[in-house]
T-cell receptor
Framework: LAKTTQPISMDSYEGQEVNITCSHN???????ITWYQQFPSQGPRFIIQ???TKVTNEVASLFIPADRKSSTLSLPRVSLSDTAVYYC?????????????FGTGTRLLVSP | NAGVTQTPKFRVLKTGQSMTLLCAQD?????MYWYRQDPGMGLRLIHY???????AKGEVPDGYNVSRLKKQNFLLGLESAAPSQTSVYFC??????????????FGPGTRLTVL
């Protein structure tokens, strides 16, 4: 399983764009990159998933360079409610499921 | 749909006692998982199941047993609880692989304290 490395914490202000970068140097050909969000006392919640290039949904964008050794989660115009822990994971789709390995994540604090 | 539910929400045990945590999902998902999360740490996979009647070990399976007798339920058992098993336990479920949207749905968690 590919190991991921993320910053331990980040600070931002309301209305700013936040970019969280994750390093996964040992990513395998069949691995997808997935990001989850976790609020205190809640289970993680899926944000976005991608394989290469750029993926965008209603809450975030995911940028993946050609070598796929890193990825960047972009949160546009964050609000106080985006304060949470963000996890970057890689997983092999071809096993039929993802045996996800959650690291310690990035703790994002959004201030007024 | 209720999604993924967990019973109980809180529990305090004494060392050596046993208990079972129940996870139920109403989304007809094939795959189910049990994780534990310790303070300041990410989630670690205990056991998982790829279908009714099947289970497999995850990253930290020692001291736990699981059963998947029904597709919608996944039980986590502690036969002889130890203080090291004090943690928050999360159950999750997912369906067959859907590239680009292969997500796990998590329950609200069970906070277990072993004295």
């Amino acid at each position: 399983l590919a190991k991921t490395t993320q910053p331990i914490s980040m600070d931002s202000y309301e209305g700013q764009e936040v970019n969280i970068t994750c390093s996964h140097n040992n990513i395998a050909t069949n691995d997808y990159i997935t990001w989850y969000q976790q609020f205190p006392s809640q289970g993680p919640r899926f944000i976005i998933q991608g394989y290469k290039t750029k993926v965008t949904n209603e809450v975030a964008s995911l940028f993946i360079p050609a070598d796929r050794k890193s990825s960047t989660l972009s949160l546009p115009r964050v609000s106080l409610s985006d304060t949470a822990v963000y996890y970057c994971l890689v997983g092999d789709m071809n096993t039929g499921f993802q045996k996800l390995v959650f690291g310690t994540g990035t703790r994002l604090l959004v201030s007024p | 749909n209720a999604g993924v539910t967990q019973t109980p929400k809180f529990r305090v045990l004494k060392t050596g006692q046993s208990m079972t945590l129940l996870c139920a999902q109403d989304m007809n998902h094939e795959y189910m998982y049990w994780y534990r999360q310790d303070p300041g740490m990410g989630l670690r996979l205990i056991h998982y199941s790829v279908g009714e009647g099947t289970t497999a070990k995850g990253e930290v399976p020692d001291g736990y047993n699981v059963s998947r007798l029904k597709k919608q339920n996944f039980l986590l058992g502690l036969e002889s609880a130890a203080p090291s098993q004090t943690s928050v336990y999360f159950c999750a479920s997912s369906t067959t692989k859907r590239p680009g949207r292969d997500e796990q749905f998590f329950g609200p968690g069970t906070r277990l304290t072993v004295l």
